[in-house]
């Protein structure tokens, strides 16, 4: 029994053991992940941009349809037949079924073969513009899903940023926190000895044990976090983030003068691709309009057909004793001609549709002033807030190097027995909201830095920034 009992605790210390040595192992092998490869990343592989990018490959294929519209149409047919023939005077709306043959007194069921040829060439020569409309319409909607693609890699990269600076956050909260219970547990360790020697009371150690319980408690309730948003990465990346960390350097003196060096815009242009699909949706409706207005004009057409004709019934209305003699081409025709059409009723619908498209438009162009309005305000709002930021980042490092003086002096006094716990723990705390107010200050920067560029349209080149 007690040998067993060994095996298992030799096994559990040797286990442990393991784990000690691999873990720093495992981080060493983890890799920086940069904000411009994850951005990258999640683009690559979001569903949504990749069926936007599927919708843009559509509109190129259609832009070809409709140029191929210009092409003439050059139908040839042949048909070979075998029934009767039997004619009357007067005139029919014809529904695909024709007789052609001597007009009798009574009907003749004998049946006489024949065959024809023939093809048939049609070509719009001029319709007032309406096909080179139907182009430039194809061609507007095509920027569109151009704008609405690009639109969207804003949106996800907007969105894959503000995820990636959280992450980061909670990297080096989870690290305050982590380093925060060292410092208690080093702290609970010393006042343990001095409990133990009578040096100290023990309430004390009471006191220090709650605090490393509270320290420990919120270290994991960061790791969660910073667990959470590390699997979110993931899923957006499809990059294996647990072999990643965040990029240390981000929060850099470096970085952040490159950063500081892009000069946002004072108002948003219809160029960002944030209000640019709302442009072009404009575009698209006005050229809609146009296409409309040169669908009803009238068409010039030049058109011909040839075609060649056997049968087996003779000019004088006699029939060939084998069916077989009805085949072959015994006449020959052709006909050319210019056609010119117009439907006069068409003008009330043309009348109609383009009222109806001129409402649309002033619809979509309210709704370009609108959008440009909503993120004008969220820039002058962006640039309000970098200005105060800037203020607390010259201050806060001020704070925190009080509160790790602070820190140190309490730690030195109680040491000597010339302070309570109280004062000490006091000291911990201020410490640790010191280094997480400073954290969550760099964060609160890069976000309005990023929404800034986002908006001034300088989103390529602030991601350029951190490309590795």
Known sequence: MYRILYRIYKYLCNLLIACIFLLPSAQLQAQPLDLYTAVNSAITNYPLIQERTAEVEA?????????????????????????????????????????????????????????????????????????????????????????????????????????????????????????????VGTVLTSIRASVRSGLKPGVDSAMANAEYSTARLAYLAALNNYTRDRIALSVYTGLDTSRIVPDTSLFSGDYRDKILKLQPEDSITNENPLVNVFQKQYELQLQENKTISRKFMPKLSFEGAGWMRGSGISSKDVYADNLSDGFGYSRYNYLFGLVLSYNLFDLKHRHDLLREGSRYAEARQQELRTQKSYFSQALQQANASFAIQLQQMEELPKQLSAAQQAYTQQLALYNAGLNTIIDLTNALYLLSTAETNYTLAQDDLYQVLFTRAELSNQLDSFLQLFKK
Do not use: C
Not at 147 to 170: M, T
């Open 59 to 183: 509109g190129l294929a259609h832009v070809s349809t409709m140029k191929g519209y210009r092409l003439p149409a050059l139908r040839a047919y042949d048909q070979v037949n075998v029934g009767t023939s039997n004619g009357i005077p007067g005139s029919y709306f014809s529904y695909g079924v024709s007789t052609s043959g001597s007009i009798r007194a009574a009907n003749n069921g004998d049946l006489a073969t024949g065959n024809i040829a023939a093809s048939e060439f049609d070509w719009d020569i001029y319709n007032f513009g309406y096909h080179n409309s139907e182009v430039r319409s194809a061609e507007a909607a095509l920027d569109v899903k151009k704008a609405l693609l690009k639109n969207n890699q804003y949106v996800v990269a907007e969105k894959i940023a503000g995820l990636y600076f959280d992450f980061h956050k909670q990297y080096r909260l989870m690290s305050i926190q982590m380093e925060n219970e060292k410092r």
